[in-house]
Structure formats: structure tokens, C-alpha cells
């Protein structure tokens, strides 16, 4: 990626939330506070920036990231909330993540989704990441705003140590409350199902529910079987249409998702990128692939992708998408 090393820091007054609004209205990244740990923001509906983020982090792969909203009503354009996700939205806002079926609406882009059906959101507390969500009136991924494998941070020094250069703007809001990453809960199935601890404890939750919560984090990590959240092994979008790794030719029938100057002989062709950039190429990879599934070809040609910076998350999406089906 481009390494901008004019990073700034800055105290979370009402100008600089709306500077840091502005940043993420044109497509760049910005540091916040949460109650949890800090985040690092993008506009959710923004595939190229969502695709920034995942570079500035170094994020192995692209797990699905946690859309954040102002309330529960601004969740609710996002997924769809049965009788399980209503009874657990009162907890709201606070360090709960609720994982639900994508709205047919939903803004979010399929990159932050990671191509799912369903939708991470959450109604964060803290009162920057607040004004920054009134600020900005759009819903915001964020992961913890750290390079993939380090310390979340819970102060606007540890995203300095690790992200000065690689974002646009970092809001200090002083050290997160809680200091552990949210909570997550699937309201999917009859039963929800705790997918990763956190910050609201089990037993709060059990409280709302008034029952038992049944946990899946273990057997999930274990099964690698659609997994639906960060901070977990990530899932795909696995088309029906059967994908051809690190094509080099053009098969009669085949569709081709290209990366480059295209192959010549495919009747459907959507390109990654045409000058080879490896952040476009993530930001139009979910999009591109439905679109070629739903094109009726016999297979989806698959060119060469290099295997380096968001290329290694690229080739391990469509190697897992490409991977035989277990019946």
C-alpha cells in the first residue's frame, strides 16, 4: 500500500469529529475510541476503503468486520431482528455485538461481510464514537485499530505505535473503558449462540435472555464450517458456479474475473483491476464474484493474483471458495 506519514492526532472535540467525518465521507481511515478498545473506521459502504483497511491493518485474510450505528433502529436497516436479536438489542448501547441475517437493503459492502449473508453490527457507548456516528449519519466498520496480530489498543498512543502512517487521522478520546474487544452473539438459528467473549458478560446476557446461551466459539474456530465473525477463522462467498484457479486460457463457456490485461475468449469478463492494484482488485472481488455466478457460464476462469500484501487474503478467498463442496 501507499504509506501516508501524515497521520494525525488529535483531541476528540466536536471540530475534529467533524473533520473525522469528513475524512471517512471521502473514503479514508480514522481512529476512534470505543468503550471497548480503539477502532479504525471506515465508511461500511465503501468497498475501496474497506479494502484500505484491511491493508493498513495487514489482515491475513477478510474476516468479516462489525458495522457500528447510532441505535438499535439504524441497526435494523442492516439486518433483520427476530424475537432473540429485539430481546438482546435493549442491551444496547454498549460492548455487544449481534450477528444477524443481512437486510436486503443492507448498505454494507460485501468486502466487510466477507461475501455472507449476514451482518455484524453494533450500538457502541462511548460518546466519541457516538458523535462520530451522528456526525457522519452512515454506519462504520471497525475493527481494533492495531497491524492484525498485535495488542488491541485502548489508547490513542498504541494506534500511533502502530498504524502512524498507514491512516489518515486518529481521535483521542483517552483510554477505552472496558479494554476488551465486544462481545458477539449470533441471532440466526431458533437458539442464538455466543461466537466470541468480550466485553458484556455471559451471564448478562443469559439474564435478558432468560436462558441459558449456547456456545459455538470452540467448534467453530475447530470446523472452519461458515463462520460468521471477527476474531474467529473467516468464511466466504462460495459460488455455484465451479471457480479455475491461476487460469492462463480461456475455456469454451467460461466466464473470466481477470487481474490485469485480460485473457483473450471469455464471453463474461469483469476485471479485479485493469492496472493490477491489489486494494481495487479486494474491493471489487465479492461483487465481481456474484456477478459472475449469476452469469450462467460453465466455470468462472480465475487469472493469476499476486501473492503478496492483500493478494495473500485474495488467493485465500478464492482458494476456499474454489475448494470442493463437503456434502
Known amino acids: 500500500m501507499n504509506v501516508d506519514l501524515t497521520t494525525r492526532v488529535v483531541s476528540a472535540d466536536a471540530p475534529a469529529i467533524a473533520d473525522a467525518a469528513r475524512v471517512l465521507r471521502a473514503g479514508g481511515l480514522v481512529a476512534f475510541p470505543t468503550e471497548t478498545v480503539y477502532g479504525l473506521g471506515a465508511d ?74 449476514t451482518v455484524a453490527v453494533r450500538v ?28 488491541s489498543p485502548t489508547t490513542a498512543a498504541h494506534v500511533r505505535d ?30 442464538p449462540v455466543l461466537l466470541r467473549f468480550g466485553g458484556l458478560p455471559r451471564a448478562e446476557i443469559e439474564r435478558v435472555l432468560g436462558r441459558q446461551l449456547v456456545s459455538n466459539e470452540a467448534a467453530a474456530v475447530e470446523t472452519g464450517e461458515a463462520l460468521l465473525a471477527p476474531g474467529m477463522l473467516s468464511s466466504h462467498y462460495a459460488p455455484r458456479t465451479r471457480l479455475r484457479l491461476d487460469a492462463t486460457r480461456i475455456d469454451a463457456g467460461e466466464a473470466l474475473l481477470a487481474f490485469g490485461p485480460p485473457l483473450p475468449g471469455a464471453a463474461r469478463v469483469l476485471n479485479l483491476s485493469a492496472t493490477g492494484d491489489l486494494v481495487e482488485a479486494a474491493a471489487n472481488l465479492f461483487s465481481h464474484l456474484r456477478a459472475l455466478d449469476a452469469a450462467g457460464a460453465s466455470a468462472i476462469a480465475v487469472m493469476p493474483i499476486p501473492h503478496h500484501e492483500l493478494g495473500e487474503a485474495i488467493n485465500d478467498r478464492l482458494a476456499r471458495a474454489a475448494a470442493p463442496r463437503m456434502l
Request: glycine residues 6%.
Open 44 to 117: 461500511a459502504a465503501n468497498a475501496l476503503a474497506v479494502a484500505k483497511l484491511y491493508a493498513a491493518k495487514g489482515r491475513p485474510s477478510f474476516n468479516p468486520l462489525i458495522a457500528h450505528v447510532l441505535d438499535a433502529t439504524a441497526a435494523r436497516m442492516l439486518g433483520r431482528f427476530d424475537r432473540n436479536a429485539e430481546q438482546l438489542a435493549a442491551l444496547w448501547p454498549g460492548p455487544l455485538t449481534l450477528v444477524v441475517p443481512r437486510a436486503p437493503a443492507c448498505p454494507v459492502a460485501d468486502l466487510a461481510t466477507a461475501g455472507l449473508d
Open 124 to 151: 457502541p457507548s462511548h460518546p466519541v464514537a457516538r458523535a462520530l456516528l451522528a456526525a457522519l449519519r452512515e454506519p462504520i466498520v471497525a475493527p481494533s485499530a492495531n497491524r492484525s496480530g498485535h495488542v
Open 162 to 191: 502502530d498504524l502512524a502512517g498507514r491512516i489518515d487521522l486518529i481521535l483521542d478520546g483517552g483510554t477505552a473503558p472496558v479494554g476488551l474487544e465486544s462481545t458477539i452473539v449470533a441471532c440466526i438459528d431458533a437458539e
